[in-house]
C-alpha cells in the first residue's frame, strides 16, 4: 500500500506492508538514526513516536494507521526550543531519566506539556505508558510541571 505522511518535517510517499510497524518503518525505512524497537513489540514503552502530537508505541501502530499523519521522532525534537525547556527541567529538578528510556520519556514529557495536562494524575496516568522504572512519578510531576513554567516565562519575555 502507499502511505502519505510527515516525518520529521519531511513529506513522505512510501511503499509499504500496510501492516509494517512504525519502529520498523523508522528504522528501516526512513533510517532515522538511532531508532530501534528492541522489545519487537511488546509494549515497553521505548520507542516512543509523536504522532499528530499523541505519543504512541510505535511498534503497536501499523502503516495503514499513519497515512496523512505527521510523525514526530525524538531526532528532530531535541534541535527544537521545547526540548531545551525540558532539558533545563531536568536541570533544575536533578533528576534525568536513564539512557534507556530517556528519548521516549522525554518526547512523554511534551507531548503531555503540549496538550495542557497538568494534573497531578493525569501525568501519572500518561507516563505509565512507559514499563521503565528509572524515575519516581513524583519526580516525574515536577519535571513537567517545571517546564511548563519555563516555557511560559519565556513565552512572556517574548511578549
Known sequence: MRVECIVDGKTLSLSLNSNKPLSYILADDIGSPGFSSCCKGNGCGNCIALVDGKPVLSCLVPAF?????????FESFRKTRNYKDIEKAYEIVK???CPACFESRTLLFESLISRG???????????????????DPADEIRIVKEAINIRRRRRVRRS
Do not use: H, S, V, Y
Open 117 to 135: 495536562i497538568t494534573k497531578d494524575e493525569d501525568i501519572k496516568r500518561e507516563m505509565a505508558t512507559l514499563t521503565c522504572a528509572c524515575m
Open 65 to 73: 494507521e499513519i497515512n496523512g499523519k505527521t510523525i514526530i521522532t
Open 95 to 97: 533528576i534525568r531519566p
